[in-house]
C-alpha cells in the first residue's frame, strides 16, 4: 500500500516560526512519526511539501500512478486553489486533508477549504496527531491495518 502526503506552501517553517499558531513540531518530526507509523503498518510513504501550486499540481497527478490513498495539508491553497481541486477530482483512490490547527475555529480568511468536497474527510486541529490519524483511516479505509491490531480499530462499527 502506498500512501503520498503532500504539503503546501509555508509548512516548511513549522516549528520555526509563529509556534503559538502551529506548535513547536518541524515538518522533518512529523516525516519522522509518519515514516514510523508506515514502518509499523506495512505502508510505502512519500513525503513532500512545496510552497509552489504547480509543483502542488504535478505532486497530485503523480498519485495517480505513484500511491493508493492521497493526504494532504493544501495550507493556504485550501482557501484559493481551484487547480488543486481540479487536480484532486482526477485522482481515483482515498484523500484525505489534514489541517494541524482547526480551521473552522479560526478567521474568516482561513475558515472555508474549497478542497474539503473534493475528499473524503477532513481532519483539524489534532495538531501534527492529524497526519497519523489520516494514515490510519487511510489504511482502514484500504482495509489494510495490520491483522494484529484490535477489530474495533481496524473495522470499527462501520
Ligand atoms: O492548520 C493547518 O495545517 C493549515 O493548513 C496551515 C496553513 C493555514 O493557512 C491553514 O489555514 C491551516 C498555514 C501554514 C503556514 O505554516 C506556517 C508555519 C510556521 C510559520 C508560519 C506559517
Do not use: W
Not at 500512501?3 to 518541524?26: F, V
Not at 484559493?80 to 482515498?94: Q, R, V
Not at 490510519?136 to 494484529?148: K, N, T
Amino acid at each position: 500500500m502506498r500512501i503520498m502526503i503532500i504539503n503546501g506552501p509555508n509548512l516548511n517553517l513549522l516549528g520555526i516560526r509563529e509556534p503559538h499558531i502551529y506548535g513547536s513540531t518541524t515538518l522533518d518530526a512529523i516525516k519522522a512519526s509518519c515514516e514510523d507509523f508506515a514502518r509499523f503498518a506495512g505502508a510505502q510513504l512519500s513525503f513532500h511539501q512545496s510552497n509552489h501550486e504547480g509543483v502542488l499540481v504535478d505532486l497530485i497527478q503523480s498519485a495517480r500512478t505513484d500511491a493508493d490513498v492521497l493526504i494532504i495539508n493544501p495550507a493556504a491553497y485550501s482557501f484559493t486553489s481551484i487547480a488543486m481541486y481540479d487536480a484532486l477530482k482526477i485522482f481515483e483512490g482515498p484523500i484525505l486533508e489534514v489541517h494541524i490547527s482547526n480551521i473552522h475555529a479560526r478567521d474568516e480568511l482561513h475558515r472555508h477549504s474549497k478542497l474539503s468536497a473534493a475528499v473524503k474527510a477532513v481532519i483539524a486541529g489534532l495538531g501534527p496527531y492529524g497526519y497519523i490519524v489520516a494514515m490510519q483511516a487511510a489504511m482502514r479505509e484500504s482495509g489494510r491495518l495490520p491483522a494484529a491490531l484490535p477489530v474495533s480499530i481496524r473495522v470499527g462499527p462501520g
